[in-house]
């Protein structure tokens, strides 16, 4: 069955790349290897690597109409943008630092080109459309596409709704390896591809103190948010996006508390403990509002279970635990979830299992959420994730 799901990939790209005028490969001749310096302004940190645009492409014009980089001269630059929609371009994604991703033809491309404060434009990349996660063991791809994909819907093992600034897209899984990643990348309506993430990790904070005062040696004996800053989270919700929560526990359970759940169709928000059966989900939510009302420390003084918003609300959302994914919400529909549910920060403390795959899916669809948690609600529900 794999095999033949393989074969049908490659069919259905074989058709449209057969229809489709090849992408070329831009990056510059003789600078393979050749990657911008962390502390560059225009440094743009792809899952493949990191380039400076002007530096390490060439600006070419599409062929047809395809994914176009564009990277302004400075910050700020919000005219810019207005300008590239009202030359015939689409805009697709934002791209710190200082770019935007658009569907243009070559026309529009030259007239953005032409613009004062524009310092690229030209078309993405493939090599730049493919993860490094991608590689000989790569089995299954994750496929970013701007557009419907319907000659690939019928053989993707999973499709999500993706959306853009302008315009919509989806998310496919699909069988392939390191040929059938390079094969997508061609295609002009692709944005991405990287191996499918196989599971997720929970992952752990460092403690309260470090985090609030960015040190190894914390000094202050207990930890008082309040008189550090002024503010204890009081009047904030924010979504804890875990394994589930233990609202029965000291620290917590005089908040007002929400939830939803992923697993048990309610069963687990109503009994208080979503499903947190190891923990985690507990201890994140402690560093974020625990109040210290235990009284236990530690031999120095530091109590356990201060936080850095004793005052805060919470909601509580059980998508993940040490198998992985509980459920399989994408990460767009949880963070709709914690913006509906009130709240205006979103703690997440897991991710892909294995090493970070670069800006990711994943990561666009956190910043997305940063700007507009809900694509469905009119206007921007902005979320702090």
């Known amino acids: 069955m794999y095999r033949r799901s393989l074969l049908a990939v490659a069919a259905c790209l074989a058709a449209s790349i057969a229809a489709t005028p090849a992408v070329p490969d831009l990056t510059v001749s003789g600078a393979a290897g050749t990657t911008a310096v962390a502390d560059d302004l225009y440094a743009l940190p792809f899952a493949a690597r990191t380039v ?9 014009d599409p062929r047809g109409r395809d994914l176009v980089l564009v990277q302004f001269e400075r910050t700020g630059a919000t005219e810019l943008v207005d300008a590239l929609a009202g030359n015939g371009a689409t805009l697709v994604q934002p791209l710190a630092p200082l770019s935007y991703i658009v569907q243009a033809d070559a026309a529009t491309t030259r007239s953005i080109r032409s613009l004062d404060g524009v310092r690229f434009a030209g078309v993405l990349p493939t090599d730049l459309r493919i993860s490094a996660s991608v590689d000989a063991t790569t ?6 596409l701007v557009g419907d994909a319907a000659d690939l819907a019928t ?14 897209g989806v998310v496919l899984t699909l069988p392939g390896d390191a040929a059938v990643a390079k094969a997508l990348a061609a295609r002009p309506d692709v944005y991405s591809v990287a191996a499918a993430p196989t599971s997720y990790e929970l992952r ?11 040190t190894a040696e914390p000094e202050v004996l207990p930890y008082d948010p309040v008189t550090a800053f002024g503010a204890d989270g009081s009047g904030v919700r924010v979504a804890v996006v875990d394994g589930g929560v233990d609202t029965h526990h ?4 005089d908040r007002s508390i929400s939830c939803t759940d992923y697993v048990a169709q309610g069963a687990m928000c109503a009994a208080g403990n979503s499903d947190d059966v190891i923990g985690h989900g507990t201890f994140v939510t402690g560093v974020v509002m625990g109040d210290g009302s235990t009284g236990i420390s530690d031999p120095d003084g530091f109590r356990f279970g201060a936080g850095v918003a004793p005052g ?4 509580a959302q059980n998508a993940i635990n040490l198998g992985g994914w509980l459920t399989q919400p994408s990460i767009t529909e949880l963070f709709t979830d914690s ?17 970070p795959q ?7 669809q956190a910043d997305v959420a940063v700007r507009d948690a809900d694509p469905d609600e009119p206007g921007d529900q902005q979320l702090g994730v």
Do not use: C, K, M
């Open 358 to 364: 670069g800006y990711d899916e994943d990561t666009r």
């Open 339 to 355: 913006s509906r549910s009130g709240a205006s920060v979103a703690q997440n403390s897991w991710g892909p299992a294995g090493t």
């Open 312 to 315: 805060a609300d919470l909601h």
């Open 52 to 60: 400076d645009p002007a530096r390490d492409l060439r600006a070419e």
């Open 139 to 144: 089995t299954l791809l994750r496929v970013t």
């Open 250 to 253: 000291p620290e917590l359970s």
């Open 204 to 214: 752990d904070e460092r403690t309260t103190q470090i985090i609030v005062q960015d």
């Open 155 to 168: 053989v993707a093992e999973a499709s999500v709704t993706r959306r853009f600034t302008a315009t919509d």
